[in-house]
């Protein structure tokens, strides 16, 4: 599974989620001088979605090592477990973005995506025609990452 090049964390949800209180505790330090109270909340912040993310990395974690084990069972291909690696690296793709850059030979990355959309692994977010290729997406991915239902 390819890593994260840098670490990623934002806060930003947290604080989203919490907007009345991140305001008032920021009235609080400039009205009241209320670090303690800033503290305490931002400290919050940050453990609660560092628990976010840990959950989301897990069902990442947990869903690559469930189609990893598919892919090997029911796919009958060298490629793949590549063509997963691909899927997980960029999960909204334009299928010739993936025929021409997974390092698979053509014909078989598109008897793979062709695999993949049939068992459910990818959904097509925008058909293809004339020149304009399909669009492809990875909704399970996706849904984790995003922490709720979006395709």
């Not at 604080?15 to 670090?35: F, G, P, T």
């Not at 912040?45 to 869903?63: C, G, I, M």
């Amino acid at each position: 599974m390819p890593l994260l090049s840098s670490p990623s964390f934002y806060i930003s949800e947290y604080l989203e989620s919490h907007r009345d209180e991140y305001y008032d505790r920021l009235l609080a330090v400039s009205r009241d001088n209320d670090w303690t109270g800033w503290c305490a909340f931002f400290l919050t912040a940050l453990t609660e979605q560092a628990r976010t993310y840990q959950e989301k990395s897990q069902d990442l974690l947990t869903l690559y090592s469930e189609l990893r084990d598919l892919v090997v069972e029911v796919i009958p291909s060298q490629y793949g477990g590549r063509a997963l690696d691909r899927i997980f690296d960029r999960p909204i793709f334009r299928s010739i973005d993936f025929v021409n850059g997974a390092g698979i030979p053509k014909s078989t990355a598109r008897r793979l995506l062709n695999k993949f959309k049939s068992r459910g692994l990818l959904t097509e977010v925008r058909q293809g025609g004339g020149r304009r290729s399909a669009m492809l997406a990875f909704p399970e991915l996706l849904n984790i990452a995003e922490g709720r239902t979006v395709l």
